[in-house]
Structures are given as C-alpha cells and as structure tokens.
C-alpha cells in the first residue's frame, strides 16, 4: 500500500512526521516564550504606570510645578 505523493504533477517525499514528544516540546517552547514576553511587557507598562502616579502624586502635593500654568491641582 505505497501510495506516491503527487504535487502539482512532480512525485514528492512524504512529509516528516512528528512524535508527540517533539510536539510537546514545541508547545513547551511557545509558552514558554510567550509568558516571557508577557512578563517584559508586563514589566514595562508597570513601571509606566507607577512613573505617571508618582509624578500626579508630587504634582499634586506641589513638589513638581505644573505641567500648564491652568492645570494646577491643589488640595
């Protein structure tokens, strides 16, 4: 039961297959990267946020002079 594979009239390889241990191993590797770069983003975007929330917190307290001479907060 030989079947030949034929593509676009030329005869081919079969593909390789894979063992479900390889196809473990990719998937391992895919989360693994994802949640890598889930945590530096992660990282990143807190740091943005604790930065504008200190900088309202010192504006607002008058450490920092304001932005626009409009825009004073006070308490």
Do not use: Y
Not at 16 to 40: F, Y
Not at 52 to 73: C, D, H, Q, S
């Amino acid at each position: 039961m030989n079947k030949d594979w034929i593509w676009q009239g030329g005869k081919i390889d079969p593909p390789e297959r894979l063992t479900k241990q390889e196809v473990q191993e990719m998937i391992d590797d895919a989360i693994r990267q994802h949640n890598r770069n889930a945590s530096i983003i992660s990282f990143c975007v807190g740091w943005v946020v604790l930065a504008l929330f200190a900088e309202g917190l010192l504006r607002l307290i008058g450490v920092i002079p304001p932005l626009l001479p409009w825009l004073k907060i006070t308490l």
